[in-house]
Nanobody, 110 residues
Framework: QVQLVESGGGLVQPGGSLRLSCAASRSIIGIAMGWYRQAPGKERELVALIFNGNTNYADSVKGRFTISRDNAKNTVYLQMNSLKPEDTAVYYC??????WGQGTQVTVSS
C-alpha cells in the first residue's frame, strides 16, 4: 500500500486555521483518501473523504473543513477553518488497507 506522511499540525487559537498535508509515496490517482482524527479518550473518527472528485464530511466539520488533492504532487490536503477546541486531536490520513502513520497533532486552545 501507499505510504503516507502527515504534516501541518500545530497550536492555534479558536477561530484560527490550519492546512494539513498528506504526502504519498506514489501516485494516489484512483485511491480513496480520508482524513481521520482521534481526540483524547475517544475513538478515531472519519473527518473527510475524497474519491473520484467526490467529498464527504463528518457533520461536525461541514462548512469548516475542506479536503482536496493534488495528484501531480501526490498530496492530499485538509483545510481547517473556524477551528474549535473540540477539533483538538491527532489527525491522520489513510488509504484503504493501509497502515496508520504517526499523524499530526492539532491543538485548538486559547
Amino acid at each position: 500500500q501507499v505510504q503516507l506522511v502527515e504534516s501541518g499540525g500545530g497550536l492555534v487559537q479558536p477561530g484560527g486555521s490550519l492546512r494539513l498535508s498528506c504526502a504519498a509515496s506514489r501516485s494516489i490517482i484512483g485511491i480513496a483518501m480520508g482524513w481521520y482524527r482521534q481526540a483524547p479518550g475517544k475513538e478515531r473518527e472519519l473527518v473527510a473523504l475524497i474519491f473520484n472528485g467526490n467529498t464527504n464530511y463528518a457533520d461536525s466539520v461541514k462548512g469548516r473543513f475542506t479536503i482536496s488533492r493534488d495528484n501531480a504532487k501526490n498530496t492530499v490536503y485538509l483545510q481547517m477553518n473556524s477551528l474549535k477546541p473540540e477539533d483538538t486531536a491527532v489527525y491522520y490520513c489513510h488509504a484503504p488497507g493501509g497502515d496508520w502513520g504517526q499523524g499530526t497533532q492539532v491543538t485548538v486552545s486559547s
